[in-house]
């Protein structure tokens, strides 16, 4: 079953979390970390994060041209912006409903439509990540970035389905829950075998380590 190309896009803490415990919509990268976001989403054709990042932080992250730390020129093609998740409780008045994107939900909640959000296509969960994700290829798209939160990643783990991972390590010890893979008590270890090659690594100014890795071994069988 062909999908999409699935490329993991985080900035995790040397202990693993992707947030503070207080403010979860705090970045917790510098700017160089934002630089490498900025070009990790302008060479996909969307992105994907699940609805509880959505209600936190309440827009998406858009291609930007750079001028310094706090100038920037947004670019006009951006990638589609795809929402995974159950859409109660979304709010129309959200910066996102009105970012210069197309907006994509993937609706987790069968008895919820979303007429009156402004989203371009719905589609619904079935059965697997992997179906759904085969949907989107036949949609005509070849490549996402996954951005989180940590629900959606795990889900995407435990079906084995992503293909690169480019992560930043921050020289920071936070703490608190928001690990990047959370574990459930009795769940099955995601023993898959799979390795991991190093396709670049890089030392930023800032004392971050920028790693891209991609799976050795395509294990998805096309047919």
Not at 26 to 39: P, V, Y
Not at 47 to 71: A, E, N, P, W
Not at 128 to 152: D, R, V
Not at 160 to 181: F, R, S, V
Request: a positive charge.
């Amino acid at each position: 079953m062909k999908k999409p190309n699935i490329i993991l896009v985080i900035a995790s803490s040397i202990d693993g979390r992707l947030s503070f415990p207080i403010n979860q919509s705090a970045h917790i990268g510098s700017f160089e970390d934002k630089k490498i976001l900025n070009n990790a989403i302008s060479k996909v054709d969307a992105t994907i994060f699940g609805s509880g990042t959505l209600k936190v932080h309440q827009s998406t992250f858009l291609i930007k041209k750079f001028i310094d730390k706090t100038k920037f020129i947004i670019k006009e093609s951006q990638p589609i912006s795809i929402i995974a998740g159950n859409p109660n409780n979304f709010q129309k008045e959200w910066i996102y409903f009105n970012q210069p994107i197309k907006r994509w939900l993937i609706n987790s909640n069968p008895k919820k439509i979303t007429k009156d959000l402004n989203f371009d296509k719905e589609f619904f969960y079935k059965n697997s990540w992997l179906q759904t994700l085969a949907n989107l290829k036949k949609e005509g798209i070849e490549k996402i970035a996954l951005l989180g939160g940590a629900k959606l990643i795990h889900s995407f783990m435990m079906e084995d389905l992503i293909d690169e991972i480019k992560i930043t390590i921050i020289p920071k010890i936070i703490g608190g829950k928001y690990i990047w893979l959370p574990h459930k008590t009795h769940e099955k270890i995601l023993d898959f075998n799979n390795e991991w090659i190093i396709k670049s690594c890089k030392q930023l100014k800032t004392n971050e380590i920028f790693i891209h890795y991609a799976k050795k071994i395509n294990r998805f069988l096309e047919f």
